[in-house]
């Protein structure tokens, strides 16, 4: 019987004694050299001559709390402008980084506006001239203004409007947690706010706060120093400092002495939050790291108090995450409760207080507080690995505080923390008299007539006064007195790790691939067989079962199973995919042998407890209900189901398939299709091969299965033909737009091509869609495109958000660069250009051992031979300009399914008018035979 032959598997328990706690994980250093130029900018500078990639991270010290009076909003609108034309880059500075193969993104927080940017090690010189270049020549032009400008409104609309819970961190937290600071303004403002903003603005705006005097810059990666040295004094240290001084607010609030409540309501909020939410110790305060291990005491992983109490034992909770952002003077602390379906608001506030009293109350356990720091550790161990990501934990300290070893002493305070000082902690600012509790609730909910008993901050003459612009405008140069970027050095060739491939006596496959010398490994179990393995009216069985199998094994229950692994300073993740079930697990190398330990626990001798599947099942249940008021997680959902209606690809879980599954359904699962001659184990990290090899024989050598593999059929099934769906979510913030086109598949010749051809259509912020549609028009915050590449079936997938307005004319736009695609003619240029940035990208991601993992498991998973890896690692040869063009002949319109999700009301009757085959459904795809009213009712706030 498959149930008792679970439970009697042989071999025994793998991982370390219980009340065996490893040593806390050593986090290397961050080792920097500093200089400050004398026009007053801070330079540092990483070296890592192992990378092949080098970044440049820049803060400006100029954030929300900046924004001059009624004009909020304005730092956030400042760095979207700062990728516009410069005087010597007029196609920008996002079409240059992407030109020399790299990538680029910024934020803006309340202190400062980060902007980074990485590329391949021979481009560092010309990244050095481009930052200097926006800082000196950047062209602040009516065209770009405004456009930039209507690409906030719509990433707006996508954050905080579309979805259910965007108003809490974006309005709810900074409007009642604060009163007189200027964090008390809404995250990224208003539409109001913005409309009100005028080029004059902005361009005193750009004279006032960037400036050399006001940033900070990390250089990361591979270089030689005197060089990096010399490029910075030519192309930063020339930048004239101005003399008038930098305008700040320094207004502040004092201690809040009562606590406050706040009745709130939203459009299309599936379950009720409360939140709980205190004003954190300044960036500066030695409190911070306390409040920091706090907040992992709280809510890091599967272990976290609140997670265990609120979620998994009363069930009052689906979801808890919390808010801790860096801010010079202490933002807001919060947590935030999603509630299950049916809990009372009531009850889950009172539990949540208790935990709080407890924490402040009661001394955590030397157990518990070594497991947290291992867990901390653990995490920063990870954050050391990329010189982007040691760019970031470096600059970000000289931000906050001026210390660029911030994250470095935080990380000791946190390593000599003992429980008394968890408490004073808590008691100083967790206090009851501080909080702000918030209840957050659908508008159904409204009383009538509520308009909110609890008063907001004036916040419309907050901010610095910004004076009038002083220089000319810059202008785009003509040709002749063009400056050109410097060429590009000597390529920094990549190594890449090397694959050494064995398998056990078992069948089981073991690659390890010693990626990096930083103390951390990543073990992937990659097993065959994912959700297209579902049984009929059983789909989500995989899902399940991957769940319920990390909360208990061996002799462990979930409690001691969550806490063995935060203990270990490792973290695990269970995720099913169409084609594969994966575990992986990052930990500290020194503690591979004990978390591998419990790996095989979870995979060989899982308990699969009833209550345990209870648990997971009403959780998966609401994740389900808080995604169907999504417009774009909806529009993801149909896809599958509308392209394979007929065939296992096609299955998606439903509140009903969840239901049908039992324990024997997982038991029997777990027996016919975890078997160790269709898994293969990746370590990749700090682990040498023969370390690796052993370390499997000793982890899975026990593992058996019996008689013949089952064989997998086809999962594509036929191909359904090209429709057009429509859903209505009334009052969604947005509409969500995705086509998805049937295409090669990874196995086929003509797939570094496809690659190319993806890139050229939706690649970052150079691909068609998004050029159409955000940058010439505003229309959206974002639009791009991916490829979802299974073992029988590949889609390309184009995606973005818009607001329901304007619906009908993305959509036609989305379609027009398709037909674009198969018919514009591509260079040699061009493909260089958009190959050289998919090579950076993956070199990028597999910098990190989770990401080399991650993306090996995508080749196994796809059925594809590892040896393809290497020649992808190092950017092999580019496909022809012929070869992309015929690729893109496989994703036409003619072949697109598009699905629209959003509003109905306002675009339903146009959509119709131009798409006369369009078809209405639910989020289920069941034909909708009535139609939407087309009156104006209730929507997004603004």
Sequence with gaps: ?????????????????????????????????ARTLANGARVYAISDESASTVSINVWYQVGQRDDPPGRGGFAHLFEHLMFQSTRNLPDGVSKFVTSIGGSTNASTLFDY????????????????????????NLVIDEAGFKAERDVVKEELRQRIFAQPYGRILYMLLPGFTFSTHPYVRPIGSSIADLDRAQLADVRAFHETYYRPDNAIFVISGNFEEAKMNAWVDAYLGSIARPDRPIPRDTADEGERMAPVTVEAYAPNVPLPAIIFSWRAPEAADADAAGLALIEAVLTRGPSARLRRVLVDQKQLASNIVSYNLPARDGYAFALVATLAQGADIAAAEAALAEEIVRLRDTPISE???????????????????????????????????????????????????KAGDVQKVAARWLADRRRVTIHYQDESRRPPGYTGDVPQADIAKMGPSVKPPSRPAVTIATIAERQWPPAPSAVVQRTPPVL????????????????????????????????????????????????????????RDAAAMAEAMAGLGASIDASVEADSTQFTIQTPAANAEAAG??????????????????????????????????????????????????????????????EAVGREDLAASRATLWRPDRATLLITGGIDAETGFALAGRLFGDWRSSGPAPAIARRAGPMAAPRILAVDIPGAGQAALLAAVPTVGRGDAVWPALRVANARLGGGSQGFLSQEIRVKRGLSYGAGSMIDARRDATLVMAATQTKNESAVEVAGLVLDQLRRLASEPVDDTQVEERWSHLTNMLASQTERSAGLAAYLASLLTAGISLEVATSELLGQEPASPAQVLAAAQHLTPEKTTLIIVGDARKWLPSMRRQYPGLKLVTAEGVAVEQDVDSGSGPSGQE
């Excluded at 506006?113 to 000196?136: H, K, V």
């Excluded at 050391?384 to 002493?409: H, S």
């Excluded at 648990?615 to 169907?628: C, H, P, Y």
């Design 597 to 658: 330990g419990l790996l095989a626990d979870i995979v060989l001798r899982p308990t699969l407890a009833v209550e345990e599947l209870e648990r997971v099942r009403r959780q998966q249940i609401d994740a389900l209900a808080v995604a169907g008021r999504q417009p774009m997680q909806t529009a993801l959902r149909l896809v599958a189901p509308t392209l394979f209606p007929d065939a296992a690809y096609g299955q998606v879980p439903r509140k009903t398939s969840l």
């Design 500 to 555: 050494a491939d064995h398998r056990l006596a078992n069948g089981l496959r073991v690659i390890v691939a010693k990626s990096s010398d930083v103390p951390i490994a990543t073990l992937k179990l990659v097993i065959d067989g994912g959700d297209a393995s579902d049984p009929d009216g059983r789909a989500g069985l995989a899902d399940l079962l991957a769940d319920v199998a990390v909360r208990g094994a061996g002799d």
């Design 1 to 33: 019987m498959a149930v008792a032959a679970l439970t009697m598997l042989p071999g025994p328990t793998h991982a370390e004694p219980h009340n065996a706690l490893p040593a806390i994980p050593r986090v290397p250093p961050l080792d920097y050299t």
């Design 113 to 136: 506006t980060d902007y980074y940017i990485s590329a391949p090690a021979n481009q560092l010189e010309a990244l050095i001239w481009l930052e200097g270049e926006r800082l000196r």
């Design 367 to 417: 157990a518990e507080l070594a497991a947290v720091k291992n867990g901390m550790f653990g995490d920063a161990l990870s954050r050391r690995e990329r010189p982007v990501d040691r760019a970031f934990q470096l600059g970000g300290g000289v931000a906050l505080t001026g210390d660029p070893r911030l994250e470095d002493r935080r990380l000791e305070a946190i390593r000599l923390m």
